[in-house]
Protein backbone atom coordinates (compact mmCIF):
# COMPACT_ATOMS: atom_id res chain seq x y z
CA UNK A 1 0.00 0.00 0.00
CA UNK A 2 2.99 2.36 0.66
CA UNK A 3 4.58 1.28 -2.16
CA UNK A 4 1.64 1.93 -4.38
CA UNK A 5 0.32 5.35 -2.50
CA UNK A 6 3.94 6.81 -3.81
CA UNK A 7 4.26 5.22 -7.36
CA UNK A 8 0.84 5.83 -8.20
CA UNK A 9 0.89 3.79 -11.22
CA UNK A 10 -0.40 0.44 -11.11
CA UNK A 11 -0.57 -3.12 -12.85
CA UNK A 12 -3.56 -4.92 -13.71
CA UNK A 13 -2.19 -7.63 -11.49
CA UNK A 14 0.21 -7.96 -8.38
CA UNK A 15 1.13 -11.42 -7.43
CA UNK A 16 2.45 -11.79 -3.24
CA UNK A 17 3.27 -14.37 -1.04
CA UNK A 18 2.09 -14.72 2.84
CA UNK A 19 -0.78 -14.85 5.10
CA UNK A 20 -1.04 -11.34 4.89
CA UNK A 21 -2.28 -11.23 1.63
CA UNK A 22 -6.19 -10.68 1.78
CA UNK A 23 -8.72 -9.26 0.14
CA UNK A 24 -9.01 -6.07 1.59
CA UNK A 25 -5.22 -5.59 0.23
CA UNK A 26 -7.00 -5.95 -3.63
CA UNK A 27 -9.87 -3.71 -2.57
CA UNK A 28 -7.59 -1.00 -1.25
CA UNK A 29 -5.05 -1.07 -4.04
CA UNK A 30 -8.00 -1.07 -6.43
CA UNK A 31 -9.75 2.05 -4.64
CA UNK A 32 -6.26 3.74 -5.38
CA UNK A 33 -5.97 2.77 -8.84
CA UNK A 34 -9.56 3.73 -9.60
CA UNK A 35 -9.67 0.39 -11.41
CA UNK A 36 -9.62 -3.36 -10.54
CA UNK A 37 -6.13 -4.52 -8.96
CA UNK A 38 -6.20 -8.46 -9.11
CA UNK A 39 -3.45 -9.74 -6.34
CA UNK A 40 -2.20 -13.25 -6.52
CA UNK A 41 -1.03 -15.60 -3.82
CA UNK A 42 -0.72 -18.07 -5.46
CA UNK A 43 0.97 -19.55 -9.10
CA UNK A 44 3.64 -17.24 -10.06
CA UNK A 45 6.48 -19.36 -8.34
CA UNK A 46 9.13 -18.83 -11.08
CA UNK A 47 8.11 -14.78 -11.15
CA UNK A 48 8.10 -14.41 -7.37
CA UNK A 49 11.71 -16.26 -7.80
CA UNK A 50 13.30 -14.04 -9.73
CA UNK A 51 11.64 -10.59 -8.04
CA UNK A 52 13.35 -12.22 -4.55
CA UNK A 53 16.71 -12.75 -6.55
CA UNK A 54 16.21 -9.06 -7.99
CA UNK A 55 15.42 -7.61 -4.79
CA UNK A 56 18.33 -9.26 -3.05
CA UNK A 57 20.85 -8.16 -5.89
CA UNK A 58 19.77 -4.33 -5.44
CA UNK A 59 19.81 -5.05 -1.61
CA UNK A 60 23.43 -5.55 -1.96
CA UNK A 61 24.12 -3.12 -4.54
CA UNK A 62 22.69 -0.27 -2.50
CA UNK A 63 24.83 -1.27 0.64
CA UNK A 64 28.03 -1.20 -1.57
CA UNK A 65 27.32 1.79 -3.13
CA UNK A 66 26.56 3.34 0.41
CA UNK A 67 29.60 2.13 2.03
CA UNK A 68 32.07 3.22 -0.71
CA UNK A 69 30.51 6.40 -0.78
CA UNK A 70 30.69 7.11 2.99
CA UNK A 71 34.25 6.28 3.15
CA UNK A 72 34.57 8.43 -0.23
CA UNK A 73 33.27 11.36 1.39
CA UNK A 74 35.18 10.60 4.77
CA UNK A 75 38.71 10.80 2.47
CA UNK A 76 37.77 14.09 1.22
CA UNK A 77 37.08 15.48 4.08
CA UNK A 78 40.49 13.98 5.70
CA UNK A 79 42.07 16.03 2.48
CA UNK A 80 40.03 19.35 2.93
CA UNK A 81 39.89 19.66 6.23
CA UNK A 82 36.07 20.01 6.60
CA UNK A 83 32.96 17.68 5.67
CA UNK A 84 32.21 17.42 2.11
CA UNK A 85 28.49 17.43 0.36
CA UNK A 86 28.22 20.24 -1.64
CA UNK A 87 30.66 20.25 -4.59
CA UNK A 88 30.81 22.64 -6.92
CA UNK A 89 32.94 22.26 -10.37
CA UNK A 90 34.09 25.02 -12.40
CA UNK A 91 35.19 25.10 -16.30
CA UNK A 92 36.43 27.58 -18.71
CA UNK A 93 35.81 27.30 -22.25
CA UNK A 94 36.30 29.71 -25.18
CA UNK A 95 36.76 29.09 -28.99
CA UNK A 96 40.25 30.49 -29.75
CA UNK A 97 39.89 33.11 -27.04
CA UNK A 98 36.28 34.25 -28.13
CA UNK A 99 32.89 33.80 -26.37
CA UNK A 100 34.61 32.69 -23.39
CA UNK A 101 32.45 31.08 -21.37
CA UNK A 102 32.62 29.63 -17.20
CA UNK A 103 30.11 27.23 -15.63
CA UNK A 104 29.72 25.26 -12.56
CA UNK A 105 27.93 21.82 -11.83
CA UNK A 106 26.90 21.22 -8.51
CA UNK A 107 26.34 17.79 -7.01
CA UNK A 108 24.74 17.02 -3.40
CA UNK A 109 26.49 13.85 -1.55
CA UNK A 110 27.33 12.78 -5.01
CA UNK A 111 24.53 13.29 -7.56
CA UNK A 112 24.08 16.08 -10.02
CA UNK A 113 21.55 18.75 -8.61
CA UNK A 114 20.90 20.41 -12.09
CA UNK A 115 18.97 22.83 -10.96
CA UNK A 116 21.74 24.85 -9.31
CA UNK A 117 24.08 24.67 -12.49
CA UNK A 118 24.78 28.33 -13.36
CA UNK A 119 26.79 29.72 -16.61
CA UNK A 120 28.92 32.85 -16.59
CA UNK A 121 30.04 35.30 -19.64
CA UNK A 122 33.47 35.83 -18.78
CA UNK A 123 34.31 39.68 -19.71
CA UNK A 124 38.13 39.16 -19.57
CA UNK A 125 39.58 39.18 -22.90
CA UNK A 126 41.89 36.43 -24.36
CA UNK A 127 42.61 33.31 -24.58
CA UNK A 128 43.60 33.44 -20.37
CA UNK A 129 42.23 30.31 -18.09
CA UNK A 130 43.76 32.12 -15.12
CA UNK A 131 42.28 35.56 -14.89
CA UNK A 132 38.46 33.74 -16.23
CA UNK A 133 38.88 31.31 -13.26
CA UNK A 134 39.42 34.69 -11.05
CA UNK A 135 36.52 36.54 -12.69
CA UNK A 136 34.12 33.34 -12.55
CA UNK A 137 34.98 32.75 -8.62
CA UNK A 138 34.51 36.38 -7.69
CA UNK A 139 30.96 36.90 -9.38
CA UNK A 140 30.45 33.10 -7.75
CA UNK A 141 31.07 34.95 -3.93
CA UNK A 142 29.19 37.58 -4.63
CA UNK A 143 26.48 35.74 -5.80
CA UNK A 144 26.78 33.66 -2.69
CA UNK A 145 26.84 36.81 -0.85
CA UNK A 146 24.12 38.17 -2.31
CA UNK A 147 21.93 35.06 -1.78
CA UNK A 148 21.17 34.67 -5.30
CA UNK A 149 24.04 31.21 -5.06
CA UNK A 150 24.60 28.67 -2.21
CA UNK A 151 27.69 28.68 -0.92
CA UNK A 152 29.63 24.39 -1.61
CA UNK A 153 31.78 22.50 0.65
CA UNK A 154 34.13 21.99 -1.55
CA UNK A 155 34.72 23.91 -5.34
CA UNK A 156 36.82 22.16 -8.13
CA UNK A 157 38.92 23.95 -10.82
CA UNK A 158 39.57 21.91 -14.23
CA UNK A 159 42.75 23.15 -14.18
CA UNK A 160 46.33 23.09 -12.76
CA UNK A 161 47.82 24.59 -9.85
CA UNK A 162 47.55 28.79 -11.38
CA UNK A 163 44.22 28.13 -12.15
CA UNK A 164 43.71 26.62 -8.25
CA UNK A 165 45.99 29.38 -7.07
CA UNK A 166 43.58 32.11 -9.03
CA UNK A 167 40.31 30.47 -7.42
CA UNK A 168 41.67 30.60 -3.78
CA UNK A 169 42.53 34.58 -3.78
CA UNK A 170 38.73 35.09 -5.05
CA UNK A 171 37.93 32.70 -1.98
CA UNK A 172 40.04 34.38 0.19
CA UNK A 173 39.12 38.07 -1.07
CA UNK A 174 35.49 36.95 -0.58
CA UNK A 175 36.34 35.57 3.49
CA UNK A 176 35.14 32.37 2.22
CA UNK A 177 36.50 29.24 4.31
CA UNK A 178 35.48 26.78 1.84
CA UNK A 179 37.37 23.92 0.65
CA UNK A 180 39.15 24.37 -3.38
CA UNK A 181 40.52 21.68 -5.17
CA UNK A 182 41.99 21.46 -9.09
CA UNK A 183 42.37 18.30 -11.27
CA UNK A 184 44.76 18.45 -14.35
CA UNK A 185 46.61 15.74 -16.33
CA UNK A 186 50.35 15.50 -15.93
CA UNK A 187 52.86 15.74 -18.83
CA UNK A 188 53.55 11.59 -18.29
CA UNK A 189 52.62 10.30 -22.15
CA UNK A 190 53.33 7.00 -20.90
CA UNK A 191 50.54 4.44 -21.68
CA UNK A 192 49.06 3.20 -18.98
CA UNK A 193 47.47 -0.72 -18.90
CA UNK A 194 46.38 -1.13 -15.21
CA UNK A 195 43.36 -0.45 -13.48
CA UNK A 196 45.72 -0.50 -10.28
CA UNK A 197 48.63 2.14 -11.87
CA UNK A 198 48.77 5.63 -10.35
CA UNK A 199 46.48 7.57 -12.71
CA UNK A 200 48.12 10.61 -15.06
CA UNK A 201 45.23 12.93 -13.41
CA UNK A 202 46.78 15.33 -10.62
CA UNK A 203 45.11 16.42 -7.73
CA UNK A 204 46.28 19.92 -6.10
CA UNK A 205 45.94 21.12 -3.10
CA UNK A 206 46.67 24.59 -1.75
CA UNK A 207 49.92 25.17 -0.37
CA UNK A 208 51.00 21.61 -1.26
CA UNK A 209 54.09 21.81 -3.71
CA UNK A 210 53.05 18.01 -5.31
CA UNK A 211 50.19 17.02 -6.23
CA UNK A 212 48.01 14.31 -4.66
CA UNK A 213 48.37 11.12 -6.62
CA UNK A 214 45.44 8.26 -6.99
CA UNK A 215 45.26 5.10 -8.65
CA UNK A 216 43.17 4.78 -11.56
CA UNK A 217 40.69 2.98 -9.78
CA UNK A 218 40.71 5.22 -6.74
CA UNK A 219 36.91 6.14 -5.88
CA UNK A 220 38.11 9.75 -5.01
CA UNK A 221 39.75 10.24 -8.40
CA UNK A 222 36.69 8.43 -10.09
CA UNK A 223 34.37 10.99 -8.40
CA UNK A 224 36.23 14.59 -8.98
CA UNK A 225 36.73 12.97 -12.49
CA UNK A 226 32.64 12.45 -12.96
CA UNK A 227 32.39 16.56 -11.55
CA UNK A 228 35.09 17.30 -13.72
CA UNK A 229 33.82 15.64 -17.15
CA UNK A 230 30.49 17.32 -16.27
CA UNK A 231 31.40 20.52 -16.11
CA UNK A 232 33.41 20.44 -19.29
CA UNK A 233 30.20 19.42 -21.47
CA UNK A 234 28.20 21.75 -19.96
CA UNK A 235 31.01 24.54 -21.24
CA UNK A 236 31.74 23.02 -24.53
CA UNK A 237 27.88 22.68 -24.53
CA UNK A 238 26.93 26.33 -23.52
CA UNK A 239 30.31 27.95 -25.77
CA UNK A 240 29.49 26.04 -29.00
CA UNK A 241 25.19 27.31 -28.72
CA UNK A 242 26.73 30.71 -28.35
CA UNK A 243 29.37 30.89 -31.45
CA UNK A 244 26.25 29.09 -33.52
CA UNK A 245 23.97 32.13 -32.48
CA UNK A 246 26.90 34.69 -33.86
CA UNK A 247 27.48 32.63 -36.77
CA UNK A 248 24.11 33.89 -37.55
CA UNK A 249 24.66 37.59 -37.60
CA UNK A 250 26.61 38.99 -41.02
CA UNK A 251 29.64 40.69 -39.78
CA UNK A 252 28.68 43.21 -42.34
CA UNK A 253 26.34 44.76 -38.95
CA UNK A 254 29.17 45.49 -37.51
CA UNK A 255 30.04 48.50 -39.90
CA UNK A 256 29.40 51.88 -38.83
CA UNK A 257 26.11 52.81 -40.85
CA UNK A 258 25.10 49.69 -42.00
Known amino acids: MQFYANVRQYPDMIVAEGDEISDSLADGISAMAGRKVTVRKRGYKELLELARKNAEHAAKEYTLKATVDKDLFV ?22 GDNTVGVSVVSEEGSFYKKDYRKYRIKAVGNNDVHAIKE ?50 SRSLRPQKHESEVSIEEIHEPGRKNPLKFRKNDQVLLFLQKNRDEAQRFAITYSRNLSLKKRHVSPLLEIPGM
Open 75 to 96: RLAKICGREISRVECMDISHLG
Open 136 to 185: LMTRKMENVAEGSETEADLYLIDGGISQLNAAVKALDEAGSAAGCLSISK
